[in-house]
């Protein structure tokens, strides 16, 4: 099971849930055996439902995913018209005015259909800060959908790699990973780009110029697959912001949980076991969390 919403909104349950983090996945599946065993999980971890659509006419969401031994990451072929391409834009309202979110975390795979428009209905319902994860997957790569997402989003979020692809998208010109991002922040209305780096890390550009980064850690030892690593960084810096860390310590803890994950199948774990070590470390139960 996986999906960057569904993956983020998981670990941060995982790691937040005893430091009264609550997040609510607002998506749609289809009424079919994934779609059940989904909700079943979903209601094992102790996530809201009341954001989970169930769809009679389109299927739960399916995604073939093949590592690429030329480039050590992975090929996603990604079906149309599913489920979670027809999330209903009322139904979305209504999460929001229910769970009034401090943060809205959404991507740009999502909206390739009708959710596009569920989407702008529940950023206008909230006062909600935005987190922006770019997911170009082609063929579905639309320039308006990410210009109007970068426009909406406070912290953008994305790889290197993607960096260079929508710098030359926008025509933003150079090639020096930390100019396009300024210009990046110049001309979208984020405030903040989070950019990774694989295992060689991450950093953290401001608009008013400030400047973090994280160095490569130690290699992960029983790397299994990197599937679902850049959406633990993502929750790991969510985290982060509603406790209050510090920018370094967060892109540290951020950086260190996406290599565990990293030694999973897979996004998430079959187990809420395995943040224990992460709540303990990082003293989030209710009583100590900062």
């Known amino acids: 099971m996986g999906g960057a919403p569904f993956n983020v909104a998981y670990h941060l349950l995982g790691l937040g849930g005893k430091a009264g983090v609550n997040p609510a996945l607002v998506t749609r599946i289809g009424k079919d055996e994934r779609g059940f065993r989904i909700l079943q999980t ?11 659509q ?3 006419l389109h299927p739960t969401g399916l995604v073939q995913i093949t590592p690429d031994n030329d480039t050590g990451g992975h090929r996603f072929e990604i079906a149309p018209d ?36 569920a989407l702008r209905t529940l950023l206008r319902t909230t ?6 994860d770019v997911n170009l997957r082609d063929p579905w790569v639309d320039k308006k959908v990410l210009r109007w997402s970068l426009d ?9 790699d993607e960096l260079h692809r929508i710098a030359a998208m926008l025509g933003l010109g150079g090639n020096a990973p930390r100019l396009l991002g ?16 694989g295992e060689k890390g991450a950093w953290l550009l401001g608009e008013e110029g400030s400047y973090f980064q994280v160095a490569a ?30 920018v370094d310590q967060t892109l540290e803890r951020a950086h260190r949980f996406a290599g565990e994950v990293c030694r999973l199948r ?19 139960e209710k009583e100590n969390a900062a």
């Open 42 to 52: 979903i209601q094992a971890a102790g996530l809201a439902i009341d954001g989970v």
């Open 54 to 56: 169930q769809d009679s």
């Open 82 to 117: 599913q489920a979670w391409d027809f999330i209903h834009g009322e139904m979305a309202r209504l999460a929001g005015l229910v769970h009034r979110p401090q943060w809205v975390y959404f991507g740009t795979l999502a909206q390739r259909g009708a959710s596009h428009f």
């Open 127 to 132: 006062r909600a800060k935005t987190f922006l």
């Open 152 to 160: 909406k989003a406070d912290i953008v979020k994305l790889n290197e």
């Open 182 to 197: 300024e210009r990046l922040l110049h001309v979208s209305g984020a405030r903040r780009l989070l950019v990774t780096r």
């Open 217 to 246: 850690a130690q290699p992960v030892d029983g790397l299994v697959d990197s599937v679902g690593a850049g959406d633990a960084f993502s929750a790991v810096f969510l985290l982060g912001l509603t406790q209050k860390w510090p």
């Open 266 to 284: 897979g996004a998430i774990p079959d187990s809420m076991d395995f943040y224990r070590p992460f709540v303990a470390d990082w003293q989030l």
